[in-house]
């Protein structure tokens, strides 16, 4: 039980990794994205006999995790254009609203009655995002609005596979969909670099490189099977409670390695206090009804 702690909280740590990776890749967000998914499916590949496994699958099950598939690109690109545009702290918290999310989308999924706690715990998230709007320059809000996008897509397409989780192994399922998430971004450059024109598709050196490889091995891969086998030995409360730690991790690292305490405002860590106690407060509140 304590190495089952461990890895999941290691898996934790490389997620909240991932943003101050996309920081210092001086790259755009679709780029970027575009490495990651390509680089992890081959990564996965040297894993899994993948082609037999999908030959297994319906075609209309391949279809659906495709769909997925493109959900995730979509907030993986939100995501990082949301560091982009503001910082990682920034798209960090944002994303801890995920879970909030969750509780209000999952209910209309499933077709069940929204309990009084994720309503109240969804209220509560609100002071703390005004505080952190009111707090930052102008010139990042976008950057809040697009992690908040980000955040609901992953919260999307996090319901969507639990419906399916069941339909094949988990690492098949990443492959399918970040297979056609790479295909949706490969169809959609062209484009975007007709729009700018001064975006660039290689990593202009070699940390850049370095810095890739290690957000698709160590950041998906890696993290990615270590929190699949803590989750075997783990309760539900537990592992929620621990991957609700990823955006204290990130942003503790975002303050250590990037110094963005330097652009943030006090009211900032206080806003995103009120949303950790409330994202925190979601699975304590789950045990205690049940």
Known sequence: MTRAYLEMH???????????????????????????VL????????????????????RRTILQFMGIGVLVGLHWICFYGSIKLANASIA???????ALFTSVLEPLFFRRRLNWYELLLGIAVIPGMMLIVNSIQTDMLLGVWVGLLSAFLASTFAILNKKMVKAARPFTITFLELGSACLFISVLLPFYFQIDETATFL???????????????LCTT????????????LSAFASNLSLN????????MAWLILNEHEELSPNFYYGVAVILLAVLSYPLLQKIKT
């Open 39 to 58: 680089l992890t499916c081959l990564s996965i590949c040297f894993l899994i006999p993948i082609v037999m496994e999908i030959r297994q699958l319906g």
């Open 92 to 98: 960090l918290i944002c994303m801890a609203v995920t």
């Open 10 to 36: 290691l898996a934790v740590l490389l997620f909240g990794f991932t943003a101050i990776l996309g920081d210092l890749i001086q790259l755009p967000a679709i780029s970027l994205v575009w490495w990651r």
């Open 245 to 252: 730690l990823e955006p204290v991790y990130g942003i503790l």
């Open 222 to 233: 890696l993290a990615y099977s270590l929190s699949l086998r803590a989750l075997e030995h």
């Open 203 to 217: 990593p202009p050196d070699w940390t850049d490189w370095v810095y890739l490889v290690l957000l698709a091995l």
